[in-house]
């Protein structure tokens, strides 16, 4: 597609639940991002992968928090048992190879955890 | 380690004013820096990026920005506001694992409000 795409666009869940949130990165885009942002707060970094491994997941908060992707193509973030402090957009972007190009951003998912 | 710091979280300038948002970074390697825009509700959209050359970046909308390494700032103008403006401003600087990419460490954001 012309951008990355995500889905489900929006979520409520009830607290406990898995949720699975998927990221289409843009065609070719070799590196794909995954980032939190709570209400009214900045961008938190979660997990970086180059292809299909990933260098850091520093960010992942808890052991709840799990990613993978498959080749250069889709990635899906699950959030087991979801608590209510998981609720926040979380942000997919992608980018090609070179360090100096630009990492764009998809419109995100609206997780609410109710 | 690298890292953003965005001085002041919120900004109000009138219709027509400079718009000027603070951006410095800390990085021990050279770094590459971007700004990006959030509308409501919204992504982010890319407004400019420094990587090499150039000093001052031009962007769309009318923005731009000047990276002084001797300051270690990139700071983020526009000659006069839109009301369209009004919107979240993310600076950020790119990880650098020995030249090879990374993730993007955000500042924590500057929200611009345009009185008319």
């Known amino acids: 597609g012309a951008g990355v795409s995500q889905s489900p666009s929006n979520k409520v869940t009830e607290k406990g639940k898995d949720v699975e949130l998927r990221c289409d990165p843009i065609s070719g885009h070799t590196a794909l991002y995954w980032y939190r942002q709570r209400l009214g707060q900045g961008l938190e970094f979660l997990i970086y992968f180059q292809g299909n491994s990933a260098p850091d997941k520093s960010g992942l908060p808890s052991d709840r928090f799990s990613a993978e992707r498959t080749g250069e193509s889709v990635s899906t973030l699950t959030i087991q048992r979801t608590q209510q402090e998981d609720s926040a957009v979380y942000l997919c972007?992608?980018?090609?190879?070179?360090?100096?190009?630009?990492?764009?951003f998809g419109e995100g998912s609206w997780l609410t955890v109710v | 380690a690298q890292s953003v710091t965005q001085l002041g979280s919120h900004v109000s300038v009138s219709e027509g004013a400079l718009v000027l948002l603070r951006c410095n970074y800390s990085s021990s390697v050279p770094p590459y820096l971007f700004w990006y825009v959030q509308y409501p509700n919204q992504g982010l959209q890319l407004l400019l990026k420094?990587?090499?050359?150039?000093?001052l970046v031009k962007g769309i909308n009318g923005f731009e920005a000047e990276f002084k390494k001797s300051e270690t700032s990139f700071h983020l103008t526009k000659p006069s506001a839109h009301m369209s403006d009004a919107a979240e401003y993310f600076c950020a600087v790119r990880v650098n694992y020995g030249g090879s990419q990374g993730n993007l460490i955000f500042g924590k954001g500057t929200k611009l409000s345009v009185k008319p």
């Open positions: 972007a992608s980018s090609p190879t070179s360090s100096g190009n630009t990492i764009y």
């Open positions: 420094y990587t090499t050359g150039a000093t």
